[in-house]
């Protein structure tokens, strides 16, 4: 068989990994598929397309790697928990200029009754510790990867946790993939005979459910491995078998493509093969060519209704990844010292942003962009008229939303009320009969903003026979300059209040105000 060099190297080990090893096949482009263990290699079928490579690498090992191979894509389609070998890949592609996709998992994250949520596996032990119950426990860790093995980063590590803790000896039991090298670390641990459980999944909800019946467990510890992984299944039996469970959350939020995209990625390479002299078939999604080496991502940001410091984590963490931020000037500078070195636009208009990208292009290179909105990006925001003009448009930029606090959720906090019976509009820029409101709703808020001040709004329910109406309003939340008014609207007329103001409307006024 003729020797191909491959084109793309697929870092599997994963459901994932599999699949696009199967489609590399299926459309003939030649790719090479990284696995640890023995075991993942047994799970893959090398063609004449696809050939697999098995062993751990640490970090010189895979960069001597990546120079023999020399892809021209990697995708990175390891476990949601293998971080260092994602942030080895992740470097090593920037340092030798390959591109680099990591192709991401769904999150399903759950809450509710009999779940905990832990940062780690000392956390989740501490967790166990605490309980009382003299039940067994089931600690069910899986998959237990042995990516980078020597270095003992990933399940090895996390199970030898529990298996170190003096009040589990005797009641762990464990369930991790029947990998000969995976099973000799567990023995090693103590964790042998009945309490080692190899098996291969994702498991049925009957499959899991028997087997917390059959350890008398009282507890589940398992990582968010998504719907690939099995997670739906696990939370199901353990809810039907009344056993609680302990989720190990995911080490870090990534950015990434999802497996579609990964798939559109790969047949835009073998499409510049088999259609050299045409344009990409229509299977390739939005995806183009220019697309695929210069991946561009874009962020809208709500910034809630203070400064910098009401971000998410999530969106501060966005926001430092930007090289070009949009929005309103004040906007702009809240957030200039979290991306001190990315270019600052002062437009927030749909279409405005849409025209400058247009004739800013950015090719082949990969790009972050921002845009930051004042308040949530649900709530009378310019983020929706930004994600239909991209609707219509196609554009190949992949976006994400990250809400923020609402000026509604910041001024019933601030007043220390509910908002589950608010009336939600805004005149900020629009039509709006605050007294033809207040006709239909016991209480409603309001926006306000451009022409439509608070003396105003009070002058005109006054006119309109509502003067006895009441009028709690929030100036500038968030910021340091805030300010709460809280009275009837006749004795609001004359009312100094610039900026933003969010008001709460009562068809009555009691003069007992609302603590804040």
């Known amino acids: 068989m003729e020797q191909i060099k491959s084109r793309v190297l697929i870092l599997g080990g994963t459901s994932e990994g ?37 062993g751990a690498l640490d970090r010189e090992e895979m960069e001597r790697f990546f120079e023999w191979m020399k892809p021209e894509l990697v995708l990175d389609a390891t476990h949601p928990y293998a971080r260092q070998v994602t942030e080895q890949a992740s470097e090593l592609c920037g340092k030798m200029k390959i591109p680099y996709s990591r192709v991401l998992r769904a999150s399903r994250n759950r809450n509710g009754k009999g779940i905990f949520h832990a940062e780690g596996a000392e956390q989740a032990a501490e967790i166990l510790k605490q ?16 990516t ?28 991790v993939l029947p990998d000969s ?68 959350d995911r080490p870090v939020q990534e950015n990434g493509i999802s497996l579609e995209e990964a798939r559109a990625q790969m047949q835009i390479m073998a499409g510049k093969t088999a259609h050299a002299a ?60 979290l991306a001190p070195e990315a270019e600052k636009v002062p437009l927030y208009l749909a279409e405005d942003i849409r025209n400058w990208m247009k004739s800013h ?34 554009a190949a930029w992949q976006v994400t939303v990250y809400p923020g606090i609402s000026s509604v959720s910041a001024l019933c906090a ?12 805004s005149a900020h820029g629009r039509d709006c009969d605050p007294a033809a409101l207040l006709e239909k709703h016991k209480r409603v808020f309001l926006l306000l903003g451009g022409k439509e001040t608070l003396a105003g709004l ?20 968030g910021y340091e300059n805030q300010q709460l008014l809280q009275d009837r609207a006749d004795r609001l007329l004359h009312v100094q209040a610039e900026g933003l103001v969010s008001v709460i409307l009562e068809k009555e006024w009691s003069d007992t105000t609302y603590e804040g």
């Open 181 to 248: 090298r995976v099973i000799k670390s567990c023995e090693e641990m103590g964790i042998r005979g009945p309490a080692l459980i190899a098996m291969q999944g994702p498991f049925s909800v009957e499959m899991n459910r028997a087997m917390l019946r059959s350890t008398k467990a009282g507890w589940l510890v398992t990582k968010e491995s998504g719907s690939r992984g099995g997670f739906e299944e696990k939370l199901q039996a353990a809810e039907e078998c009344g056993v609680s469970v302990i989720i190990l």
């Open 148 to 175: 980078l093995f020597r270095s003992l980063t990933t399940g090895s590590k996390e199970l030898g946790v529990f298996a170190e803790a003096e009040y589990l000896k005797g009641r762990l039991f464990a369930r």
């Open 361 to 394: 292009r950015r090719e082949k290179e990969s790009f972050r962009a921002a845009v930051v909105y004042s308040g949530d990006t649900g709530f009378y925001s310019g983020s929706r008229q930004l994600l239909e003009l991209w609707k219509k448009e196609k």
């Open 131 to 146: 309980d009382s119950r003299k039940s067994v426990f089931s600690i069910w860790h899986g998959p237990i990867s042995p």
């Open 458 to 477: 009070c002058r005109r329910l006054t006119e309109s026979g509502w003067g006895h109406a009441g009028v709690r309003a929030g100036i500038c939340l």
């Open 414 to 425: 601030e007043l220390k009320t509910s908002w589950e019976d608010l009336y939600l509009t």
């Open 278 to 337: 045409g344009e990409p078939s229509e299977q390739m999604v939005h995806l183009t060519e220019q697309e695929f080496f210069g991946k561009k991502e874009l962020y809208l940001i709500g910034m809630g209704m203070g400064g910098a410091g009401q971000l998410t984590l999530e969106a501060k963490k966005a926001l430092e990844s930007c090289q070009l931020l949009f929005g309103a000037p004040r906007m702009l500078r809240d957030v200039a010292s």
């Open 18 to 54: 599999r699949e696009l090893s199967r489609f590399a096949h299926d459309i003939g482009l030649s790719a090479t598929v990284s696995v640890v263990s023995g075991y993942g290699e047994e799970l893959l079928e090398e063609t004449r397309y696809v050939k697999v490579h098995q």
